[in-house]
T-cell receptor, first 110, second 116 residues
Framework: QQQVKQSPQSLIVQKGGIPIINCAYE??????FPWYQQFPGKGPALLIA?????SEKKEGRFTISFNKSAKQFSLHIMDSQPGDSATYFC?????????FGGGTRLMVKP | DTEVTQTPKHLVMGMTNKKSLKCEQHMGHRAMYWYKQKAKKPPELMFVYSYEKLSINESVPSRFSPECPNSSLLNLHLHALQPEDSALYLC???????????????FGEGSRLTVL
């Protein structure tokens, strides 16, 4: 099973809030889990990524938490800003395939 | 230079037309990809070229024909498309090639295709 399930589909937070986006997978062959950020009219851009031997990774205001036993991972955005308003895709890689989650449209209100 | 450049940004074509989308990268990446993205959906993989050879074709209809003239260029030739093929077509590249595809993709801004 190659599916990656992402939730919520949309999310609205106030500036300074901490939006959390969750993803779950079934395929234990996945070995690399990137997150992509996409602004309207632009292509997706790699935001942060993690491998399953690590439980957490931080880059600036963005943190990935990874639970290998539960086959779940999540993105946290600390001190969110209106400029973070975008669509976020989790993804999982195995062999020759990168599988995307369905996406989360985040709006950060001023 | 860390960009993937796609042309044209917008394309409108009729169902009998032949057109091409172009993609260029100068990062020395050895794998290049075409994705299709519909509104409010994730990108869907179409083709992967690794070391200039087609390595993955995700059962894409033959009206889409990819071409990789060299390691920096990727084309997508379009012929006899249907209105449902209207979408954002994204090109991407990655550092690694061969049988293993890395999850670290660098995307272009896409070509917005409308088929009338």
């Amino acid at each position: 099973q190659q599916q990656v399930k992402q939730s919520p589909q949309s999310l609205i937070v106030q500036k300074g809030g901490i939006p959390i986006i969750n993803c779950a997978y079934e395929n234990t062959a996945f070995d690399y889990f990137p997150w992509y950020q996409q602004f309207p009219g632009k292509g997706p851009a790699l935001l942060i990524a993690i491998r399953p031997d690590v439980s957490e990774k931080k880059e600036g205001r963005f943190t990935i938490s990874f639970n290998k036993s539960a086959k779940q991972f999540s993105l946290h955005i600390m001190d969110s800003q209106p400029g973070d308003s975008a669509t976020y895709f989790c993804a999982a890689n195995a062999g020759n395939m990168l599988t995307f989650g369905g996406g989360t449209r985040l709006m950060v209100k001023p | 230079d860390t960009e993937v450049t796609q042309t044209p940004k917008h394309l409108v074509m009729g169902m009998t037309n032949k057109k091409s989308l172009k993609c260029e990268q100068h990062m020395g990446h050895r794998a290049m990809y075409w994705y299709k993205q519909k509104a409010k959906k994730p990108p869907e993989l179409m083709f992967v070229y690794s070391y200039e050879k087609l390595s993955i074709n995700e059962s894409v209809p033959s009206r889409f024909s990819p071409e990789c003239p060299n390691s920096s260029l990727l084309n997508l030739h379009l012929h006899a498309l249907q209105p449902e093929d209207s979408a954002l077509y994204l090109c991407a590249s990655s550092q690694e090639g061969g049988a293993r595809v890395t999850g670290e993709l660098f995307f272009g801004e896409g070509s917005r295709l409308t088929v009338l």
